[in-house]
């Protein structure tokens, strides 16, 4: 008790929303997307059939998905005003920063698409947004690496553009894998949404407040950055090989169980997941899968990553703490395989997460009466004191 406040300790946060686009069991590992389970979507579906769920609730018929497919691919390109922003970032900068920053900008070039009470113009920004984050992410690696940008193509699928865009250079044409495309199509569709998540809770936060889509998306990608939440992938992947070899694999569990030593095994644990985590099941399968067809199946990481996952879950601390892999865990090694470099880990994770927020944010603008988020607290500190003269004090 601080005086005038009684602090009850066992006070919890409600359900901060209604919502019926993903739902989470914990206990079960059970992930549905407008009520098709996630294994079933990795499986058989493909990402934009799955942006095309989330965003409008049912399965798109053959003509919806054409049309729909045809609207996101003739808005791949973005304002050639766009290339001369990013000259203004360091050679050295994140990709992650390049996107906060160029997907906030978005609301400086597409004024047609920023009224949020006009269903058409939320409509538009919705396509723009799933149609452009790829090139986005694409020119932000390739800047980073000092090549040139690479245009997209309407010949080639979501998947495939984005490969293509990031790995093509002009001296010679790039080929798709189509081994690769389809690895990479399945992680966009794992990542594509999951419930109230900390950046989709920020999208939902800002966008109550009015604030047009490419703006509220930005403080989604900002928030997805950090090492706890889409910084993840990129931080397991450094730690498997900071660890090397799997002979250093007990010294980094007994490094996640000092409570004095704030390392914790990335892509380990989860707030809702006290089982297991779906998508890692079949993000596992798709690493072995991918790696095997390139002729890398002994790589280290995989090793490393396979036998941590193993001597973790035989861990008696991991199992009381219902600690096992989640997302990011195996989600590295199959970019590391394809070539990515680990800053471009999350801004994979953030144009794949780009529908599941876009659907969260188009549900809650909908929904009749919506009011700005305002989250209580609970005040522990200081009750009613006069002020006093510094030379008081
Ligand atoms: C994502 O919310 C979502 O749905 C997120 C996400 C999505 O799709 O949007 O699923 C994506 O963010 C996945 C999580 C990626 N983050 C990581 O892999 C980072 C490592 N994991 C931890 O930081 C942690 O597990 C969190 C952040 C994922 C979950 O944090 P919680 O629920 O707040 O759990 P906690 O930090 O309170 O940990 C509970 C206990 C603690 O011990 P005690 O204080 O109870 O003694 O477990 C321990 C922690 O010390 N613990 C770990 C651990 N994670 C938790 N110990 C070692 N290694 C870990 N990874």
């Keep these: 008790t601080t005086g005038m406040f009684t602090y009850d300790p066992s006070f919890t946060s409600t359900a901060s929303c209604d919502s019926a686009i993903t739902y989470i069991d914990g206990e079960e590992g059970v992930l549905l997307h407008r009520g098709y389970p996630i294994d079933q979507l990795a499986s058989k579906s493909h990402y934009l059939e799955v942006c095309y769920l989330l965003l409008y609730g049912a399965l798109p018929n053959a003509a919806q998905l ?26 050295d900068a994140h990709p992650m920063a390049i996107m906060v920053g160029t997907v906030g900008a978005m609301s400086a070039f ?29 020119m932000a690696y390739k800047y980073t690496v000092g090549q040139p940008f690479v245009y997209p193509r ?42 109230q998540n900390a950046s989709t ?21 900002a928030c997805l950055w950090g ?25 980094f569990i007994a490094r996640a169980k000092d409570k004095n030593d704030p390392f914790r095994l ?10 297991f985590d779906p998508r890692a099941k079949v993000m596992a399968e798709s690493a072995k899968e991918v790696l095997e067809l390139l002729g890398v199946e002994n790589n280290p990481t995989l090793q490393v990553a396979q036998e941590l996952e193993k001597q973790a879950l035989a ?22 395989a394809m070539g990515f470099p680990t800053s471009m880990f999350t801004p994979i994770f953030a144009l794949s ?18 009011r700005i988020g305002r989250p209580r607290q609970l005040y522990i500190g200081e009750t009613f004191r006069d002020y006093t003269n510094v030379e008081d004090r």
């Design 66 to 91: 054409e049309d729909f497919e045809s609207r996101v691919t003739n808005h791949t390109m973005v304002h050639e005003q766009m290339h001369r922003f990013f000259t203004g970032y360091r050679r």
């Design 110 to 138: 597409y004024h047609d698409s920023t009224d949020i009470s006009d269903p058409w113009q939320r409509e538009v920004a919705s396509i723009r947004l799933i149609a452009k984050m790829p090139t986005i992410a694409a």
């Design 154 to 195: 309407n010949d080639l699928d979501y998947a495939s553009n984005f490969l293509r865009m990031c790995f093509a250079v002009p001296a010679e044409e790039y080929q798709v894998n189509p081994i690769l495309a389809r690895a990479m199509d399945r992680i966009f569709t794992l990542h594509a949404d999951h419930e």
């Design 201 to 221: 809770s920020t999208v939902r936060l800002a966008s109550s407040s009015g604030a047009n889509p490419f703006a509220c998306i930005a403080a989604g990608i």
């Design 227 to 251: 090492p706890a939440h889409g910084g993840a992938n990129q931080a397991c992947l450094e730690m498997l090989r900071e660890i090397g070899t799997v002979d250093r694999i007990p010294e």
């Design 266 to 275: 990335m892509g380990f644990g989860h707030r809702v997941y006290k089982n």
């Design 315 to 336: 861990d008696p601390y991991f199992a009381e703490k219902k600690l096992f892999p989640n997302v990011d865990f195996y989600s590295g090694i199959i970019l590391e």
């Design 353 to 370: 997460r780009t529908i599941g927020w876009i659907s969260q944010w188009k549900e809650m603008i909908e929904e009749p009466g919506m």
